[in-house]
């Protein structure tokens, strides 16, 4: 359904060709990264999407959804401020470096109702924009019809003076594929989630994933299940497993759960996990109660004994757990209990 014009986000007023909210360029997944002279390169961030609008003393964030972030990041408001262009719409990605690696847990705790707390976070974990695209240059000219392999020199133009202080860098490019193979390594230390290819020759493409693709990380992890849940309404059929990793006390801490299955494979996981019913479980941190997210799972779970190994592939670990659900590869009946520790992430 439709939002009413009174549901509709609260931007301020701007006079620019491209105005929020804008719906940006989206990507395609895909499992390899493409080859092809017509390929521009550039790694892919763990962070917020965001629309920058600056017009003269004003600036705008918009997300990706088309909702405003300008409140949750004072700092980067101040900081599009003090930059020499009046005048730019700039599509990038907002993070925050803790210790070195991009921290997506600091940017959730942006979201916060009380401007205090968001002020004071912006004072302590203060981000960035790592600037990829420019819509609008700082003359006001609209960009989003000319080739994107214009709209990055015109970017690296318009931010040519950036300097280390400054809340704006601009994001890698390349068109050579091997270096953007080599990011999946050498950016993932730090919080790269994949590689972004984008067609050079083609326009901005708004809301479409016509000419932009993602790849992202695999990444794996050897798990402990230390405990399972039965699906909903049907007590004799497996819903999720519930997998753990020691810490440095040798403690097995709850960090996630996979429920990926087909029909076939849940009946096998039945025989396969029931006879360890009754085992101690996780003897650190344990699972919670329902989640908000779903309607199917319950705050029962069944204790395991801590014997089944599997590997799962996840998208991120943060905050001493996966991020989202993972999808189970296969048992490791070769990988003892104990070597399943948090070093491996």
């Known amino acids: 359904m439709a939002k009413s014009a009174a549901a509709a986000p609260a931007f301020p007023k701007l006079s ?12 395609k997944a895909v499992a390899q990264i493409p080859s092809g002279a017509g390929w521009l390169y550039e790694p892919k961030w763990d962070g917020f999407r965001v629309l920058a609008f600056r017009d003269g003393d004003t600036v705008a964030l918009q997300s990706k959804a088309g909702q405003p972030l300008t409140r949750y990041f004072p700092e980067l408001v101040a900081g599009l401020l003090r930059l020499t262009p009046k005048t730019f719409v ?28 968001v002020r004071k976070l912006a004072e302590q974990t203060p981000a960035r924009i790592l600037a990829f695209d420019l819509l609008v240059d700082d003359r006001g000219k609209d960009l989003t019809a000319t080739p994107l392999s214009e709209r990055r ?32 390594k050498d950016y993932g230390k730090i919080g790269c989630d994949g590689v972004v290819a984008k067609l050079a020759d083609e326009p901005y493409h708004s809301g479409d994933r016509d000419a932009m693709q993602k790849i992202k990380r695999l990444r794996t992890a050897d798990c402990v299940v230390g405990g399972f849940r039965y699906a909903s309404g ?84 943060s905050g001493g757990r996966f991020r989202h659900g993972t999808k189970l590869l296969r048992w490791r009946p070769d990988k003892k209990p104990r070597q399943c520790t948090f070093d491996q992430l």
């Open 16 to 27: 620019l060709p491209v105005m929020p909210p804008y719906p940006p360029m989206e990507a």
């Open 153 to 184: 020199e015109r970017l690296q133009s318009m931010l040519k003076g950036i300097r280390k202080t400054d809340v704006v860098e601009i994001s890698p490019a390349s068109r050579d594929r091997d270096e953007a193979q080599g990011w999946m």
């Open 90 to 117: 700039i599509d990038g990605e907002i993070v925050i470096l803790e210790n070195g690696k991009l921290s997506f847990d600091d940017l959730l705790m942006r979201i916060h109702p009380a401007e205090s707390r």
């Open 234 to 317: 049907d007590s004799g059929t497996i819903g999720s497993l519930l997998l753990g990793l020691y810490d440095d006390a040798g403690k097995l801490d709850h960090v996630g759960f996979t429920s990926s299955f087909t029909a076939e494979e849940r009946a096998g996981l039945t025989k396969i996990v029931e006879p360890l019913k009754g085992g101690s479980g996780f003897s650190g941190r344990a699972p919670g109660g329902p989640s908000r997210w779903s309607t199917e799972r319950t705050g029962e779970w069944e204790p395991l004994k801590p014997e089944l190994v599997c590997e799962v592939r996840y998208d991120h670990f």
